[in-house]
């Protein structure tokens, strides 16, 4: 018995690990390495704060979809339905739509450049020049093209994903060694764990930019829409402990990767711009040439991974916005009575709705391979143009980084509106967290908006900050009084006097719309009439059903107000119900 639930526990924390899987990609590598290499231990505290905040929203998501039976998209398609629109979707989801897919194709160049950096870290491959390395440098993007499509268009990641996981275990056991190896100064670890900003080194970036790299490498903001999928069927103290075993997880092994960068940062006695290269000739002084191809073969695999979880993760989102039927009528809420009549075979309508079924799922599969297609061409065209490669790494992290205060916005309202959480309403502590989490994603991300902006007005860095955490605390609380944000915060913390609850809804009422079903199905027969002649006899056979079915069905009656449970199974069984009539 004890090792049946040992299995099934670990079972569970390896499920979620692919949430740790999407973290540890390319971009982790190079931004964690770059960060230990121009900054040494002061940045480890923003690496700390990012697991934290990453698990604090993937934790959310998850509860939300678990409680709720629908994904964050989903969630915000309900949520303003009736707000501001575009061809029946929520203007809303088309902006959040348009933000995952622009944010994931950067990821994508982001993975295709670090992916390229890892076949040139190989020994030899760096030292090409001319003809050789431009047929390496776009052979090796055509190859990831080929390979990544095939996968997605046959569908096979998920055995690929677990072998690609082995060898990934592979380069961080590598990074294990290396940091036992080289050692850690624990006096300059503790300091950079306390919050600072550093000065900012003549040849590297700014650190700004590199501390939102790590938020947002850390803590993808589409790892809320994936880790919601990923949620569905699961029960939510199993999925607290699989984000959190994924979370930790992540960090070690970013953290390492900063170690090991920071080692480099210590043996030069200048910081001299950050490559690849030199990193894998750092790690060489360890381990040899063979725990640089380990190196480079798991960074190889960490990017091919990265590669098929991009258009997977943009796909999941817009797949629950505009794929995804909402059953409303069968999906009310606990307390709530449901009069559902079923419309008979011979209407058509059962052939009907599987016909839109295989229609929905058609394009549903247009829309996958479409996706899939142009953010890998788009990948493969921009890096086998050479561009820099670091710098296009450092776009894609640090505009995934001001989309996170977005998406955690998103949640925070959709997470604290009853009619989603009514069964479990998010507690006070918890919105605590995620409250503080979403302010500092806020002052992080108008932190480098004030910095590019106006770095030539505001040269003191003090200055930056406090007008970056003016604009944060602003839109907290202009999100909190324009919203019904602001009500559901104050009565999660126990302050019910002073928030604003909304209208309890009515207490639902027993209502048999028999007529009205009779009304669709006779509609649907005159519409199927003008296309073809209905023979005498089906018309007679269809009259007499009709007519037999008013004899037998006592007239039914609405109950007015809140029915009890007898009212209801009365109501249910086809029996008359009994009490005031409209």
Not at 373 to 381: K, N, P, Q
Not at 395 to 420: K, M, R, T, Y
Not at 455 to 462: C, K, M, N, P, R
Request: overall charge neutral.
């Amino acid at each position: 018995m004890i090792h049946n639930r040992l299995v099934s526990e670990l079972g569970a924390l390896l499920y979620w690990t692919m949430l740790a899987a999407c973290t540890v990609g390319p971009g982790t590598v190079v931004t964690c390495a770059r960060a230990g290499a121009e900054y040494g231990y002061s940045l480890t505290w923003a690496l700390i704060f990012a697991s934290g905040l990453a698990f604090t929203l993937q934790e959310g998501t998850a509860r939300l979809t678990i409680t709720s039976g629908k994904s964050l998209g989903q969630c915000l398609k309900i949520k303003y339905q009736n707000g501001a629109s575009i061809y029946n979707v929520a203007l809303i989801c088309w902006v959040v739509s348009a933000c995952v897919l622009v944010g994931n194709t950067l990821l994508q160049a982001n993975c295709w450049a670090g992916g390229l950096d890892a076949v040139l870290a190989l020994p030899g491959a760096d030292d090409l020049e001319g003809g050789s390395e431009i047929a390496l440098r776009v052979g090796t993007c055509v190859a990831y093209a080929v390979v990544v499509l095939a996968l997605l268009w046959f569908d096979k990641t998920e055995k690929l994903g677990v072998f690609l996981g082995i060898i990934m275990i592979g380069m961080v056991t590598l990074f294990l060694i290396v940091v036992i190896k080289m050692g850690i100064d624990i006096k300059k670890f503790a300091w950079g764990v306390i919050p600072s900003l550093p000065d900012k080194v003549d040849t590297g970036a700014e650190p700004t930019d590199i501390i939102l790299s790590l938020v947002g490498t850390t803590s993808l903001g589409f790892n809320l829409f994936l880790g919601g999928a990923m949620a569905k069927g699961r029960k939510i103290k199993s999925a607290q402990r699989g984000i959190a075993f994924s979370t930790c997880a992540a960090m070690v092994v970013s953290e390492l990767i900063l170690l090991v960068g920071a080692g480099a940062n210590e043996r030069e006695q200048t910081v001299s711009k950050f490559t690849i290269h030199k990193l894998s000739e750092f790690i060489k002084q360890f381990v040899g040439s063979t725990g640089v191809i380990v190196f480079s073969l798991g960074f190889i695999a960490a990017s091919l991974s990265s590669q098929l979880t991009m258009p997977l993760g943009a796909t999941v989102l817009i797949e629950s916005v505009w794929f995804t039927r909402d059953r409303t009528d069968e999906e009310k809420a606990e307390g709530k009575v449901v009069a559902e009549l079923k419309v008979k075979e011979k209407s058509g309508g059962a052939n009907v709705e599987m016909e839109d079924r295989v229609e929905l799922e058609r394009k549903n599969t247009i829309m996958k391979r479409s996706v899939n297609f142009l953010m890998v061409i788009i990948a493969t065209v921009v890096i086998s143009t050479n561009v820099d490669r670091l710098v296009v790494i450092l776009i894609a992290q640090v505009f995934n980084g001001c989309l996170l205060p977005f998406f955690s916005i998103c949640l925070l309202l959709c997470i604290n509106d009853e009619q989603f959480m009514g069964k479990s309403p998010q507690k006070g502590w918890n919105n605590i967290f995620l409250v503080i989490g979403v302010t500092i994603t806020l002052l992080l991300a108008s932190n480098v908006i004030v910095q590019k902006v106006l770095s030539t007005v505001l040269t003191e860095v003090s200055y930056r900050i406090l007008l970056a955490l003016g604009i944060a605390l602003v839109a907290m609380l202009t999100l909190c009084i324009s919203t019904s944000l602001g009500g559901s915060l104050l009565k999660s913390w126990g302050c019910t006097s002073c928030s604003r609850d909304a209208p309890s809804p009515p207490e639902p009422t027993v209502q048999l719309v028999e007529e009205s079903y009779k009304n669709k199905v006779f509609e649907e027969e005159m519409e199927a009439q003008a296309g073809k002649h209905i023979g005498s006899e089906v018309s007679s056979e269809h009259n007499m059903e009709e007519t037999a079915s008013k004899q037998e069905s006592p007239k039914k009656h609405l109950v007015v107000g809140s029915p009890n449970k007898h009212q209801v199974q009365m109501a249910t069984e086809g029996h008359q119900v009994l009490g005031e009539v409209s």
